[in-house]
Structures are given as structure tokens and as C-alpha cells.
């Protein structure tokens, strides 16, 4: 039987320029908020799904889902991830899989092939950019490997997601026009209309 892996959608932030959740936001041509459609789409490759951060927004929307907030608390996105970590190994997970909840176009293939790519590098990343900066919110992390680096780095004040790269073998993902596509997020109103 495979091991458990995770899908690990984090919640963001106050949605400031946005003006409301970003995860409440239609997918195009859908009836389905990101939100519900990343649950759907990562169940459908064999993820087991969970809202990571502060997550009231959408207290009405995947009842079923499992909420995991920041640990330790107030110390942003790379906390999130340190909690969702940590969840993965109790419960006998090896790999989770970082999505943000303004990410309306990353699908279920994309999904199930990270998931079933063979690495051995503790995290799988992909860049928008040859040289840019890793996008930590479209990445694969080896849990067992990564945890105990990611706990040293957030006693020793790291906050930053490029600095905990540094840390460790990354494996770019391979660039390709769904890639692309998956990478477009969300932002601001205007983000809307591409």
C-alpha cells in the first residue's frame, strides 16, 4: 500500500489587495471555488488534502477537510509548513505537496505527476524564471528530510522560503506551458483577468 502523501493548501494571509479570501474565488468556467476544486483535483491524485494557516474563511466550504494552523504561530508561510511537516510524519506520510489557495489552475495531473516523480532530493520546485526565485508554493517536500533542517532554520529566525533552499538539494521541475499556467496566481483584482 503507498504511503500517505499530503496535499498541503495554505490559506494565505489578510487577502489585502484582493479584498476578500482568494480561495473563495471562482475557478473559470466553474461553479467551484479554488478552494473546493484544489481539494477535488488533489484527492482525485491521491492526495489526502488539508487548509494549512488561518483557514475561517472558509469554515462553510470542505467541511471534511483537516485545518493545521502555523506552528510555531506568527512566523508566516514557512511556519505552515513546519506544522504541515510534522503532521505528515506522525501520521505516516512521506511527501507533502504545497499548493497556495490562489492557484486556480493546478491540476490533477500536475498534481499526480509530483507525486509520482522519483527524486532524491529532499524538495522538487519549480521556478517561473532559469535563474529565479523557487516557488515554494508549488513544491514537493520530502517530509523525514526536510522537518528537522526547517525546525533549525525557524529557531535560528529564518522566515524565508529562498534561505530554507539553500539548505538542500532542490530538484527544479521541468518547464513546460502547464507548468506555466499552474504557476499564474492570483493577487490582486486585475490578476482576474488572465
Given at each position: 500500500m503507498?504511503e500517505t502523501?499530503f496535499?498541503a493548501?495554505?490559506?494565505?494571509?489578510?487577502?489585502?489587495r484582493?479584498?476578500?479570501?482568494k480561495?473563495r474565488?471562482?475557478v473559470?468556467?466553474?461553479?467551484?471555488?479554488?478552494?473546493?476544486a484544489?481539494?477535488?483535483r488533489?484527492?482525485?491524485?491521491?492526495?489526502?488534502p488539508?487548509?494549512?494557516?488561518e483557514?475561517?474563511?472558509?469554515?462553510?466550504l470542505?467541511?471534511?477537510?483537516?485545518?493545521?494552523?502555523?506552528?510555531?504561530?506568527?512566523?508566516?508561510?514557512?511556519?505552515?509548513?513546519?506544522a504541515?511537516?510534522?503532521?505528515?510524519?506522525?501520521?505516516?506520510?512521506?511527501?507533502?505537496?504545497?499548493?497556495?489557495?490562489d492557484?486556480p489552475?493546478?491540476?490533477?495531473e500536475?498534481?499526480?505527476?509530483l507525486?509520482?516523480?522519483?527524486?532524491?532530493?529532499?524538495?522538487?520546485?519549480?521556478r517561473?524564471e532559469?535563474?529565479?526565485?523557487?516557488?515554494?508554493?508549488?513544491?514537493?517536500?520530502?517530509a523525514?528530510q526536510?522537518?528537522?533542517e526547517l525546525s533549525?532554520?525557524?529557531?535560528?529566525g529564518?522566515?524565508s522560503?529562498?534561505?530554507?533552499?539553500?539548505?538542500?538539494?532542490?530538484?527544479?521541475?521541468?518547464?513546460?506551458r502547464?507548468?506555466?499556467?499552474a504557476?499564474?496566481?492570483?493577487?490582486s483584482?486585475?490578476?482576474l483577468q488572465?
Amino acid at each position: 500500500m503507498p504511503e500517505t502523501a499530503f496535499l498541503a493548501i495554505f490559506t494565505g494571509g489578510a487577502s489585502r489587495r484582493m479584498g476578500r479570501p482568494k480561495g473563495r474565488l471562482l475557478v473559470p468556467g466553474s461553479s467551484q471555488t479554488i478552494i473546493e476544486a484544489l481539494v477535488a483535483r488533489g484527492r482525485s491524485a491521491g492526495f489526502e488534502p488539508l487548509l494549512v494557516g488561518e483557514a475561517s474563511a472558509y469554515s462553510d466550504l470542505v467541511t471534511e477537510v483537516e485545518r493545521v494552523p502555523d506552528d510555531p504561530a506568527g512566523a508566516g508561510p514557512i511556519a505552515g509548513l513546519h506544522a504541515v511537516l510534522q503532521q505528515a510524519l506522525r501520521r505516516g506520510g512521506s511527501q507533502v505537496l504545497s499548493v497556495a489557495c490562489d492557484m486556480p489552475y493546478v491540476g490533477s495531473e500536475l498534481m499526480a505527476s509530483l507525486r509520482a516523480h522519483a527524486s532524491p532530493a529532499p524538495v522538487l520546485a519549480a521556478r517561473r524564471e532559469a535563474e529565479g526565485p523557487w516557488e515554494p508554493m508549488l513544491a514537493r517536500y520530502a517530509a523525514a528530510q526536510v522537518l528537522p533542517e526547517l525546525s533549525q532554520a525557524i529557531d535560528e529566525g529564518c522566515r524565508s522560503f529562498q534561505q530554507l533552499f539553500r539548505r538542500f538539494e532542490v530538484e527544479q521541475l521541468a518547464w513546460t506551458r502547464g507548468l506555466e499556467r499552474a504557476l499564474h496566481d492570483w493577487d490582486s483584482p486585475q490578476d482576474l483577468q488572465s
